[in-house]
């Protein structure tokens, strides 16, 4: 098929038997990368060839000078000029005559480039040149700065060389000088020759250093950069890489057409290699010793192998193999003494400072006053005897009061503290003591913090043992005694026994040539007490009691309570400094802000000084009597010390209640007590000596089958939680000078727990002793009613056998417990089951009289045994 345009213009032609198409000018091919650790990457590449168009050829265009006038052939999807010569892409339009030599006119028809085009193509070229006079500017220094890197590197690989070398001429002296000398001592000694070892060369840490930048310089070479043809007649080196931050060049960069085609002659480092080179200079440098640091480590009675390591920032392991050269293996987190933490502390070298756990109470007491501030204050005086030896009645007599007279039973239970002002204006403090043999404890209490003991002694009634108790007390406080001889008013009154009386004790008094004071007084008649008085005022001038007001106050707990409308209640004498309301005071295992003082006669002051007996308002709690107060600075300091006097508190109650097995004496004293049965008790008191003079009553009271378990033991009024409490463990109720609430009192009868109400130690400590006598096992006591001798066995059938008897002495009742006795030897004990007399049943059987008698499920009876009848009493016991 042939067609024609025009009969001038060179023709077309299409042959039908092959296809028509395009080849394309451009070239794939594929490039492999090779990375570190034997990773390598496929990237496809394409190539654009060049076209050019020789003479007379049909299939391409001859090219012209690029001033001529030329056409452009325009194809669908190529890109302008302007826009090509600025992206530099490969492609470039050329430009052709009209007409082709020979005189044949072109198929193709081209247009010349306009003034605007030439003009974009001309500044195209411009801007290229100048990227490429930049980029060998960069390309350039960065060769400066790899020669300069490689120089440096070059002269410290020869001086580690030459380093090298020196050590290795060194190493070869050293090991002929060895040689040789091994060589003379077995010329010497007679023996053969042997050949010398082969060293063996060490690695030495500059020989592995070289080694190292060895490794790093043969990553480093590459050539020179390459240059790529980026336009007709242009030529550009490749740009170099930015450099990193640490100042080394980073040889990394994302794929472009440039890296891949130039993948084979350049050798980059991954990111991998360049972090192990970081990693092995560092190594390097952490090998080198450090300085020791020597710290100072606060060491506290127990601690962990852990909390020690971090304390003298040392490692645990290194404590732990201490720990083991001394044959202890040890975990983490056990704990070792502070003996053994200071030894290894100082193995270690560091400096060891030790502390307990008891420093937090460090600073509380007694603490060194100046001379200069000292001031005098009333002295203290304990009054103490016998119980009914009118020791309240005489400090009522001395007060002008009537305490004596609202005492439960006549008798006092209660310690008090009074401030009193004597004939010649000064004021004496006074502390009224128990008489009775259960408040030991708060006499020993009103002792500790007395000045002068009052011995208060019935002049009818003599020296009893609770006078000697006290006697005992003052002399262990080792204070000064004056005996008051009471009730010298009484007809049977002998002052002079009571003087001879106490000679026993070691107790002299001034008429018998001693140095203990004697007044006779007589508190009814109020005779006297001026010159007793007189006698402590004296006293206590000799003594020259000095304290110093203008510090922290100190103190004594003397009695604690738990009012209902006040709260916790504690009775204190201040013996240094000056309380005041709103210090932080701390008592025992208890804290509170002072809400509100109140003196003995129930007037409230801002103030208490030295020697001055005070109830104060505003504990948390109610604390023990006997301990000390101490005013602290803060509350936190406060809840400090509190908080450890608890723990320790706990602590003891845990191990007295889960018992020591220490001794054989105490294993033995658990085996006794094992089958032991328990009264369980729940006991509340009006105040806290109280109560503790009870426990110690009932406790004594205990023996080795009974005893008294005390569940709950406090002061304060009864309330619900102590209803249940003794609901679960089946303890009985019972309250000294304090009443149930309303609802504990409720719950009680609803759940049948019974309370029990005192207000005399007496009656409360007489009816607990006879329940727990009913706890007690009766004893079962024998009384002997008669023998009988068998004469002669009878059987008979559905009875058995019965024995035909004679009583000998005494009566044989019916029912009784009887022995049989076999020549001597008792076989067989049980109960009479018939007796008869003349087939009639008889009751009893006198002696001298004969009966038939059977036993109880025993048949075996013979001629000539003998019976012993006897009845089975059981007698209750007691304590």
């Not at 010349?112 to 350039?140: D, G, P």
């Not at 008051?484 to 026993?504: H, M």
């Not at 809840?639 to 608890?646: L, P």
Request: aromatic share 2%; net charge neutral.
């Amino acid at each position: 098929m042939t067609e024609t345009k025009n009969p001038g213009e060179k023709t077309l032609t299409v042959t039908p038997t092959k296809t028509l198409t395009l080849k394309r000018s451009v070239e794939q091919g594929v490039v492999r990368q090779s990375f570190s650790h034997g990773r390598t990457k496929a990237v496809v590449v394409e190539k654009v060839k060049r076209r050019t168009v020789g003479p007379g050829d049909g299939k391409a265009i001859e090219s012209a000078p690029a001033a001529a006038p030329a056409l452009s052939v325009p194809r669908r999807g190529a890109v302008a000029p302007a826009a090509r010569g600025a992206t530099g892409g490969a492609t470039t339009t050329a430009a052709v005559p009209a007409s082709v030599p020979g005189g044949k006119p072109s198929g193709v028809v081209l247009r010349q480039l306009t003034e605007e085009e030439r003009t974009a193509r001309a500044h195209a070229l411009a801007e290229s040149k100048v990227s490429e006079v930049e980029e060998r500017r960069i390309a350039e220094e960065a060769a400066r700065r790899r020669d300069e890197r490689d120089a440096v590197e070059r002269a410290e690989r020869e001086a580690a060389e030459a380093r090298k070398r020196e050590e290795d001429e060194r190493r070869r002296h050293d090991e002929e000088t060895k040689r040789k000398a091994e060589t003379e001592a077995k010329k010497r000694f007679g023996e053969d020759e042997t050949k010398p070892k082969t060293a063996t060369t060490t690695l030495t840490a500059p020989t592995a250093l070289l080694n190292a930048r060895n490794i790093v310089q043969e990553a480093d070479e590459e050539e020179a950069p390459r240059t790529v043809r980026r336009g007709p007649g242009a030529a550009r080196p490749v740009p170099a890489p930015k450099p990193t931050r640490g100042g080394a060049e980073k040889r990394r960069g994302r794929l472009t057409l440039v890296t891949a085609l130039t993948a084979d002659e350049e050798r980059e480092r991954s990111v991998a290699s360049f972090r192990r080179r970081t990693q092995r200079l560092k190594g390097h440098a952490a090998n080198e010793p450090k300085e020791k640091l020597v710290r100072e480590v606060t060491i506290p009675e127990v601690i962990t192998i852990q909390e020690l390591a971090n304390r003298m920032s040392e490692r645990a392991v290194d404590v732990i193999k201490l720990l083991m050269k001394q044959g202890q293996m040890a975990k983490i987190t056990d704990t070792i003494d502070a003996d053994t933490a200071q030894l290894i502390a100082e193995e270690l070298g560091h400096s060891v400072r030790r502390v307990a756990e008891s420093d937090v109470e460090e600073g509380l007491f007694d603490k060194a006053d100046d001379p200069a501030t000292l001031h005098p204050r009333p002295p203290v005086v304990t009054i103490m005897g016998h119980v009914d030896h009118g020791k309240t009645s005489l400090l009522d007599a001395i007060r002008a009061t009537n305490v004596a007279g609202g005492e439960a039973g006549g008798i006092t239970q209660h310690i008090g503290a009074y401030q009193v002002t004597s004939p010649l204006g000064a004021k004496i403090t006074f502390i009224d003591t128990p008489g009775h043999a259960a408040f030991t404890s708060m006499r020993a209490r009103g002792a500790r913090v007395t000045d002068i003991v009052v011995l208060v002694v019935a002049a009818d009634d003599g020296v009893m043992p609770q006078t000697v108790e006290a006697i005992q007390h003052a002399k262990a406080a080792k204070v000064p005694m004056i005996v008051a001889i009471n009730k010298i008013d009484k007809p049977d009154a002998r002052p002079e026994r009571v003087r001879t009386e106490l000679l026993q004790y070691e107790v002299q008094v001034e008429s018998l040539g001693g140095d203990v004071l004697d007044v006779e007084v007589s508190a009814t008649k109020k005779i006297n007490l001026d010159k007793l008085l007189e006698t402590l005022g004296l006293q206590s001038e000799i003594l020259d009691l000095k304290a110093n007001p203008d510090r922290p106050a100190e103190g004594t707990v003397i009695e604690a309570k738990l009012d209902r409308g006040r709260g916790p209640v504690a009775t204190v004498l201040v013996q240094r400094g000056t309380l005041r309301g709103g210090d932080i005071v701390v008592a025992g295992a208890e804290w509170g802000r002072v809400r509100a003082l109140l003196s003995d006669t129930g007037a409230s002051v801002s103030e208490a000084g030295p020697s001055t007996p005070v109830e104060i308002l505003g504990f948390n709690g109610t604390p023990e009597a006997g301990d000390r107060l101490a005013v602290v600075d803060s509350e936190a300091r406060a809840r400090e010390v509190t908080d450890y006097r608890a723990r320790q508190k706990r602590e003891k109650i845990a191990a007295r209640a889960s018992g020591l097995r220490g001794s054989l004496e105490q294993m033995m004293s658990q085996l006794k007590t094992s089958g032991r049965k328990e009264f369980p008790l729940l006991i509340k008191g009006d105040v806290q000596g109280s109560v503790e003079a009870i426990v110690g009553a009932l406790e004594k009271l205990g023996t080795s089958e009974v005893g008294a378990r005390i569940i709950l033991a406090g002061a304060g009024g009864i309330s619900e939680s102590d209803i249940t409490l003794a609901e679960a463990s089946g303890a009985a109720v019972i309250g000294f000078n304090v009443r149930a609430h309303k609802e504990a009192r409720e719950m009680a009868e609803r759940d049948g727990v019974e309370i029990r109400y005192y207000n005399i130690i007496y009656d409360l400590v007489d009816d607990v002793k006879k329940a727990m006598s009913g706890l007690l096992a009766p004893t079962l006591r024998e009384t002997m009613l008669g023998n009988a001798v068998i004469l002669e066995i009878f059987n008979i059938s559905k009875v058995g056998k019965i024995a035909g008897c004679r009583v000998t002495d005494g009566t044989v009742e019916r029912g009784a417990n009887v022995r049989l006795i076999r020549d001597n030897v008792v076989i067989h004990e049980g109960k009479l089951s018939q007796l008869k007399r003349f087939k009639d049943d008889a009751r009893e059987v006198v002696a001298g009289q004969e009966c038939g008698m059977s036993f109880e499920n025993y048949q075996d009876m013979r001629a000539g045994d003998v019976i012993e009848c006897y009845r089975v009493e059981t007698v209750q016991r007691s304590l």
